[in-house]
Each structure stands twice: as structure tokens, then as C-alpha cells.
């Protein structure tokens, strides 16, 4: 019989249903096989026993070093800027850049909506249209929304109303 390969078995590990059964029945025949499985689960279960290490407090910096000189020339002259400060760079640094790109597309985003409402306001037939349509509909929800800034008083009014006295004579 072919042992299943080792990929196999750590899959077999994982509980993959892919080829679980063949895997399955091997190893209940093969002792060879079910000590590397049992050398698997051992070494996987140490692994993750292994607590992930702090990345330490110059581990920003460390990972910008790294990644800086691939970014276009543009940029990286800023970045080496940035870098060429005395004291380490905090975390704060790359992620405060994060937010000045975040401040931009929205500055951006909100040019670009300006732009295309603009577009859309020449008074095409079909524009007019429904310019008339959506000032017919404000209209009809502010009627709406008077009637129940009127309708709203009476109802609170009504609430409020004391408890009828307990003689009765306060029936309506
Ligand atoms: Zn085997």
C-alpha cells in the first residue's frame, strides 16, 4: 500500500475531508504511518504553543526600512525624510500618512460628486422632469411631516390626561 504523503497526513491533521477516509484506513494498517501522524500532531500542537513573540518597539520602523526603497522614487524621498529624523519613528508615524491619503480620496471623492452633481443640473427635458418630480415629492412629505408635528400635541396632550378620579364621575 502507498503512504500518503505528508501534505496528506497534515491535511488528515487539519480535518480535510479531501482524501480523509483513504488516509484514514491507511493509517489504522500502517504503524509507520501513524507515528509520522502522531510526529505531526505533536510538532503542529508545539507550534502553536509558541507564543507569537511582541514586535517590539522599533518594529515599525525595522518594516518601513524594508519596504521604503521599493516604493516609487516620488514618494520614497518623502519617506526618507520622515526617516532620517533622529528620534525612532512610532507607529503613528506611517499610520498618520494613512490618514493623510484617507483625508485625500475623500477630498477627492468629494470634488468628484460636486463635479457630477453639477452635470446632471442642465435642464434637459428628462432632468426638468424629474426636478419637478423630486420638488412634488418634498412638498407631499412636508404636508405629511405638518400634519404630525399638528397631529403630535393633541396626542401628547391626550397622554397626559390625569387618571379619572375614582368616584366616576369623570366619564366621557
Ligand atoms: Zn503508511
Given at each position: 500500500?502507498?503512504?500518503?504523503?505528508?501534505?496528506?497526513?497534515?491535511?488528515?491533521?487539519?480535518?480535510?475531508?479531501?482524501?480523509?477516509?483513504?488516509?484514514?484506513?491507511?493509517?489504522?494498517?500502517?504503524?509507520?504511518?501513524?507515528?509520522?501522524l502522531?510526529?505531526?500532531?505533536?510538532?503542529?500542537?508545539?507550534l502553536?504553543?509558541i507564543?507569537?513573540?511582541?514586535?517590539?518597539?522599533?518594529?515599525?520602523?525595522?518594516?518601513?526600512?524594508?519596504?521604503?526603497?521599493?516604493?516609487?522614487e516620488?514618494?520614497?524621498?518623502w519617506?526618507?525624510?520622515?526617516?532620517?529624523?533622529?528620534?525612532?519613528?512610532?507607529w503613528?508615524?506611517?499610520?498618520?500618512?494613512?490618514?493623510?491619503?484617507?483625508?485625500?480620496?475623500l477630498?477627492?471623492?468629494?470634488f468628484?460628486?460636486?463635479?457630477?452633481?453639477?452635470?446632471?443640473?442642465?435642464?434637459?427635458?428628462?432632468?426638468?422632469?424629474?426636478?419637478?418630480?423630486?420638488?412634488?415629492?418634498?412638498?407631499?412629505?412636508?404636508?405629511?411631516?405638518?400634519?404630525?408635528?399638528?397631529?403630535?400635541?393633541?396626542?401628547?396632550?391626550?397622554?397626559?390626561?390625569?387618571?379619572?378620579?375614582a368616584?366616576?364621575?369623570?366619564?366621557?
Amino acid at each position: 500500500m502507498k503512504h500518503p504523503k505528508e501534505e496528506e497526513l497534515i491535511a488528515y491533521h487539519d480535518g480535510e475531508d479531501a482524501g480523509r477516509e483513504g488516509v484514514a484506513a491507511h493509517v489504522a494498517d500502517c504503524p509507520e504511518c501513524r507515528d509520522e501522524l502522531e510526529r505531526i500532531d505533536a510538532l503542529l500542537a508545539a507550534l502553536n504553543a509558541i507564543p507569537v513573540p511582541e514586535p517590539g518597539e522599533d518594529y515599525g520602523q525595522r518594516v518601513w526600512q524594508q519596504i521604503s526603497p521599493r516604493l516609487p522614487e516620488k514618494r520614497a524621498r518623502w519617506w526618507d525624510f520622515l526617516l532620517s529624523q533622529p528620534k525612532p519613528i512610532s507607529w503613528l508615524e506611517p499610520r498618520r500618512w494613512v490618514a493623510v491619503g484617507a483625508v485625500a480620496a475623500l477630498v477627492l471623492a468629494a470634488f468628484i460628486a460636486g463635479r457630477l452633481s453639477k452635470q446632471v443640473v442642465p435642464a434637459s427635458p428628462m432632468a426638468a422632469a424629474d426636478t419637478s418630480k423630486v420638488r412634488e415629492r418634498v412638498l407631499r412629505e412636508r404636508k405629511t411631516s405638518q400634519h404630525f408635528q399638528r397631529a403630535a400635541p393633541r396626542r401628547r396632550l391626550a397622554r397626559r390626561k390625569p387618571p379619572l378620579p375614582a368616584n366616576g364621575d369623570g366619564a366621557r
